[in-house]
């Protein structure tokens, strides 16, 4: 049995720690699907932006599209850095499977956590696929054995590696029972297994029929009666047990060589659910556009990077926000990297960027106005962990500042902009020293306003911990009465959180009532 219904266009979410190899992933799919020429060497689909090219990895969403078997398919590719992991917390519950992109290290196993953590939170389906498998160097069962730790769903093997001259030439299709040799950018090649593969297989393939029976009492009790279950009964217990989350398949392969592409691309055809799902996880009803991301592309304005959910959308489509503005749609555009087509219609289930739609905010499920059900989909945004004093080099670019500010603030939910009344600075913090620069030279490159930073001043504050009187006498005579004042002040402490309290007396004299506000405010000046 199948996940698979035609029509429907997929959603998949390529999320996995920094230098896994998502990127070249999602460019190996896109290879193999025929949506891209073999390697060049001029670049990726994704990472197009000067800043992700001067850092070697991504700092923001790449979503690109492909066509495989008749099916359409949208690649979400997450930043793994911590610094820009926050690109991807709106995008997640979105997609309808997530590929987990892991390294060989058994030690690197712990990286994942976060990643999974965050899928189980949201109940996104995933999967693990094993990248640069041609640096193996010994079985995996070590492997599987630290990912089901980070895991709390069983770690199901879906495939077997073979070796030959102590590098992996191929697998071993558990669920097929059947071989295949990998060729280097193409599909691979069906072999006949060894005796010694076999054996081996027969023990592996066994223990994923155990993991699948512990959700599937009919399966349990062929197993148990030593009967050989049906493919379709295995088949659609993969299917039925990943999209519940009980169970998180693994997959081998490398991207950069084109091994395992082509069974991964029939795993997304066959396993993956449909777009109802993700319209269930956001609690999105209706037809509308979910949007993981808002961005200002120059002449073109503001974009909205969205799903679209509840069937397909049309080409000056009116939206309704949640807070009840309405906006409408200036241009629908195909997503492919950094290239933008412009179309008439967008199908349900694909993501596309929706041009002028003013109001629209990253989380929000705009609905078409006909059928009013817009929502705010409740993700808690990362809270800041460094910042910077910023301010504009030239005095004259304070109100593009101001307007740039805006901009990449509401781009990038991880900014933080706070005006802090002791120093009198405007703090611009974020998730990492990496992050706030990045930021930074945005401002130079698509707003061209140069802004200078410094780490923020410290407003150190002293507590007053004995008791000190002082006196002073004014005296002026500038004719008539003249002026005469005698002060003393008394500061003692007070109890620690009593905060600050003002008391007056007047002995041998009379001394105006609103002259005496003044003395309080200046004693709270120069508390400051």
């Known amino acids: 049995m199948s996940a698979h219904a035609p029509g429907l266009v997929r959603a998949v979410a390529l999320v996995g720690p920094t230098g896994a190899g998502k990127t070249n992933l999602m460019e190996a799919l896109l290879i193999a699907a025929g949506a891209r020429a073999q390697r060049t060497g001029s670049g990726t689909v994704g990472d197009s932006s000067p800043e992700a090219r001067a850092r070697g990895h991504s700092v923001e969403l790449n979503i690109a599209g492909f066509d495989f078997l008749d099916d359409r398919y949208v690649l979400i590719d997450c930043p793994g850095a911590v610094d820009f992991a926050a690109e991807g917390d709106l995008a997640l519950p979105a997609a309808d499977l997530a590929v987990v992109v892991a390294a060989l290290d058994p030690a690197k196993a712990l990286l994942l956590q976060p990643t999974l953590k965050a899928l189980e939170q949201h109940a996104v389906p995933r999967l693990i696929f094993v990248n640069k498998m041609d640096q193996a160097r010994g079985p995996v069962a070590e492997l599987l054995s630290a990912f ?6 069983p770690v199901v093997a ?20 059947r071989a295949f040799a990998d060729r280097d950018g193409a599909p691979p090649e069906p072999i006949a297994p060894s005796d010694d593969v076999l054996a081996e297989e027969k023990d592996a393939r066994f223990h994923m029929l155990e993991q699948l029976a512990d959700f599937d009492d009919q399966l349990l009790e062929k197993l148990v009666s030593d009967e050989t279950p049906d493919q379709a009964l295995i088949f659609a217990d993969l299917v039925r047990e990943l999209n519940e989350g009980l169970i998180t398949p693994v997959f081998f392969g490398d991207s950069l060589k084109g091994h395992g592409i082509h069974r991964l691309l029939k795993a997304l055809r066959h396993d993956a659910g449909s777009p109802n799902s993700a319209a269930q996880r956001l609690g999105a009803e209706g037809p509308g556009a979910y949007v993981i991301k808002t961005a200002y592309a120059g002449q073109a304005g503001k974009l909205a990077y969205a799903r679209v959910l509840g069937g397909a959308i049309n080409d000056g489509a009116e939206f309704v926000a949640p807070s009840g503005e309405r906006s409408r749609a200036g241009g629908l555009f195909a997503v492919q990297g950094a290239a933008l087509k412009k179309i008439s219609q967008a199908a349900d289930g694909d993501v596309v960027a929706i041009g002028k739609l003013e109001h629209a905010r990253a989380g929000q499920f705009l609905s078409l106005v006909s059928a009013a059900k817009a929502k705010e989909v409740s993700i808690a945004p990362r809270p800041p962990v460094y910042g910077l004093a910023i301010w504009a080099k030239a005095r004259n670019d304070d109100v593009r500042l101001s307007s740039a500010l805006s901009k990449l603030l509401e781009e990038d939910p991880a900014l933080r902009l706070s005006q802090e009344a002791d120093t009198r600075q405007s703090v611009l913090s974020g998730q990492s020293e990496a992050h706030v620069r990045l930021a930074l030279e945005r401002l130079s490159r698509r707003y061209n306003v140069e802004v200078a930073a410094d780490h923020p001043t410290t407003p150190y504050q002293e507590t007053i911990t004995g008791q000190v009187t002082q006196h002073a006498r004014h005296k002026k005579q500038t004719g008539g009465h003249g002026q005469f004042g005698d002060v003393t002040v008394e500061i003692r402490p007070l109890e620690r959180g009593a905060g600050f309290v003002f008391n007056h007396r007047i002995t041998g004299g009379v001394v105006p009532k609103q002259w005496i506000p003044a003395v309080e405010q200046g004693v709270r000046d120069a508390m400051i």
């Open 158 to 177: 879906r495939q077997l590696p073979i070796w030959s001259d102590q590098h992996v030439t191929g697998y071993m299709d558990l669920a097929l029972e």
């Open 148 to 153: 089901a730790t980070v895991s709390q769903t």
